[in-house]
Every structure is written in C-alpha cells, then in structure tokens.
C-alpha cells in the first residue's frame, strides 16, 4: 500500500482513524474468557463493529507477547483475519523495535514477511543500518519514533545543539533513508503544538498520532496543525474505543466510539477541502 492508496482509503471511508488493539486480558469482558483463544475473540469483534470508520489498525505487540505462544497466536490470527476480511485497511505492528543490521533483518522478517503487517514501529537511535532492513520491502511501511507524549520524552528528544533540537535531526536526517511511500512518523497528540513546526519538516510524509482520547490530546488541535495536502494523519485512539464498555455489547459500543470520532474527522477533512 503506498502513500496514494492511504489518502484514498482516507476519502472513501472520510476518515484518518487508526484503532489500537491493545488488548489487554485484565479489561476485555469475562464473558469472553471462556472461549479457546479469548483475545483473538475479542479483536474479531472489535474489527468487525469499528472497520467501517477505520483505515488503520495497530496492535501493541507488548500485548500478545507476554502471553508467550499463545499470545503470538493470537497476534497472528488477528492480523490474518483483517487482511483476509478487509484487505485495504492498514496494519500497524506497534513492536518499537530498533537494534544492529542483522538483528533488524530477523525483525523485519518476522513482522513484514511471516505476518502481514504493513508497517511496523521502529526506534531511530542506533542510526541508519537498523532502519534500512525494514525498509527494503516493497509496499510495507518503517513508522519511525520521531516525537512521543511520554514524560520521559524530554530527557532525550528535546536536547538541543547547536539549535536543532534531537527529534528534528531525527525527521531531517532519516529522510534520505526512505520516501513518503514507505516511511512515516510517530509524532505524539499530546505534542500537537510541535506539529506546525515538524510539518515544516516533514511537509508530505503521513504522521501516526497516539494519544487522542484516553491520554488526553486534543484531535481538533492535531488536524489544525497536522493536516496537510494529503490528508497526512493516522490518528490512533485505543482505550476510548476497545475498552469503552465490557459488556456483551462491548463491540457495539466501540463501534459507537469510532463512528464519533470519524463524524469529527470528516468535519476537519471538509474543513481543509480534502473530501
């Protein structure tokens, strides 16, 4: 899927909404922990009641490896069973991953060959030959970490030299390893102020914005300093979604949840006369 084919799915379905299936055992309903693989359960019927309003999905792969086989199992069927029943929508393999060329290999062939991702999350600090492995197949996606909502985000990314603050080296420099056909950006919602100077930057890349909803960030505030020509926004919503209800009827709501947020996004999209 290239940068062209995201901004369609982005107008067909009026939408930039990324749903994060951070499924987490300890919140879905019980009712459902009775069953053979309750996770899996759990995702199918999230996809199922929020693929209308959605183009992208990111799982948190934390999630699923902490349960050891099984939780990988249950990863793998949930990226299978969006790619078999709504093959156009985007999937995230949030694993952050980020180590030395060889290792990147292995990484990479685990999420973008032996599992359908089309993209994964990759940590830029170790440099250029730990991104590259990822970026060398074809149609899939590197979602690079440039600016997080995490506290501990100024220790780091905020450090200043010379006038040029570290996250901005990491969107200037990393340019040159990929395109905007197959290298994104994780800019968090809880930053969006920073976003109208990072656009300056990265004018034509897509941004992947976590921290709508739940932590707080302000989607109003990320489509007025994010949006550009091409739409250029997955915007992630999880807990205020997947977790909005633990009833039987837990899909229903969340279904509920993402047709909310979608209505205000195509308000934004027609606002920038992209729709």
């Known amino acids: 899927m290239d940068h062209k084919r995201l901004f369609e799915n982005t107008v067909k379905k009026r939408s930039f909404l990324c749903v994060g299936l951070d499924s987490e055992i300890e919140k879905i309903p019980s009712f459902l922990l009775k069953g053979k693989d309750p996770i899996f359960e759990f995702n199918k019927r999230i996809i199922d009641a929020t693929q209308e309003y959605a183009v992208a999905y990111k799982p948190n792969v934390a999630f699923y490896e902490c349960h050891g086989a099984k939780g990988w199992t249950s990863l793998e069927l949930t990226v299978r069973y969006i790619k078999d029943n709504y093959p156009d929508i985007f ?50 996606w590197v979602v690079l970490l440039a600016l997080t909502s995490n506290q501990g985000a100024d220790n780091f990314q905020y450090h200043n030299e010379d006038g040029i603050k570290l996250f901005e080296r990491v969107l200037s420099v990393s340019q040159k390893w990929g395109t905007i056909n197959n290298l994104m950006y994780v800019v968090g919602a809880t930053r969006a102020e920073m976003l109208k100077g990072i656009r300056k930057l990265v004018p034509d890349h897509f941004l992947l914005i976590p921290g709508v909803g739940a932590q707080g960030g302000s989607l109003a505030e990320v489509a007025k300093y994010g949006l550009n020509s091409k739409c250029g926004l997955l915007v992630n919503s999880s807990r205020g979604i997947i977790f909005a209800d633990n009833s039987e009827n837990f899909d229903k709501v969340a279904g509920e949840k993402a047709k909310e947020i979608q209505v205000e996004m195509e308000k934004y999209l027609s606002q920038h006369n992209l729709i």
Do not use: Q, W
Request: proline share 6%; aromatic share 12%.
């Open 91 to 140: 999937v995230i393999a949030d694993a952050k991953r980020g180590d030395i060329g060889n290792t990147s290999k292995m990484y990479a062939k685990a999420f973008l060959e032996n599992m359908p991702f089309d993209a994964i999350t990759v940590a830029p600090y170790m440099g250029e030959d730990s991104v590259t492995p990822f970026l060398s197949y074809n149609e899939k």
